[in-house]
């Protein structure tokens, strides 16, 4: 069946380095991708997302890179702050078709953890 | 501006037993959403709303039943837990459900089924 899957399920990176966390996906339908930061204890928080329309997005210390060729998905944080720990998941969505839901399809996790 | 509401927190309960986990959205949102978030299988949907007065089924609704009598509330009822539904549950709700619209998660309730 089609899923959302990760490259990397652990990250270390050093405080100020620049981080990149990878995604793969499946589904060709795919048309909607978000990127959420789960904190320690707390629900999923919105972070990014892109449609497939686009090849990078960018916002606030973070940029999103879409390669529709090869169904790859990164989320790349500059100038990594220890309050960038956590949990980070890639979801994505074909078009909402009218029925039924819009459905998001989570990837299972990459955990990032900033060294001091 | 208080979001979304879960309530309670977290909740050990004995197998047989019923329970419901509240949620509550103050943001007028049309869509709200139920997920289990288990270790290794991320998070799934168990059922969903496009608007008030209807309902849906996700990837697992098996053991789980809802409701919406309102736009601000979406309660999620287990009538007879089971050791599997040992979870922690979020619930979500973004403006539509046509995928314009960013859904946003609760705190989260963590059950533990005994």
């Known amino acids: 069946g089609e899923s959302v899957g990760l490259h990397l399920p652990t990250l270390s990176v050093q405080e100020g380095d620049n981080s990149i966390i990878n995604c793969a996906y499946s589904n060709s339908a795919s048309d909607y991708f978000i990127w959420y930061k789960q904190e320690s204890g707390k629900g999923p928080q919105f972070i990014i997302d892109i449609r497939s329309n686009m090849d990078k997005r960018q916002g606030q210390r973070v940029t999103v890179l879409l390669n529709k060729t090869v169904k790859h998905l990164s989320l790349q944080i500059a100038a990594t702050q220890p309050g960038d720990s956590a949990v980070y998941f890639c979801a994505e969505s074909p078009s909402y078709s009218g029925a039924g839901s819009y459905q998001l399809t989570f990837g299972k996790g990459t955990k990032l953890s900033v060294i001091p | 501006t208080a979001g979304i509401t879960q309530a309670p927190t977290s909740q050990i309960l004995a197998a047989g037993r019923s329970m419901t986990l509240r949620c509550t959205q103050d943001?007028?949102?049309?869509?709200m959403y139920w997920y289990r978030q288990d270790l290794g299988l991320g998070l799934r949907l168990i059922h969903y709303s496009n608007t008030a007065g209807t309902t849906g089924k996700g990837e697992v609704p098996d053991g789980y039943s809802v409701s919406r009598a309102n736009t601000d509330d979406f309660p999620l009822t287990l009538a007879s837990a089971v050791p599997s539904q040992t979870s922690v549950y979020f619930c979500?709700?973004?403006?539509?459900?046509?995928?314009?619209?960013?859904?946003?998660f609760g705190p989260g309730t963590r059950l533990t089924v005994l």
């Open positions: 979500a709700s973004s403006a539509d459900p046509d995928g314009t619209d960013t859904q946003y």
């Open positions: 943001m007028r949102h049309n869509a």
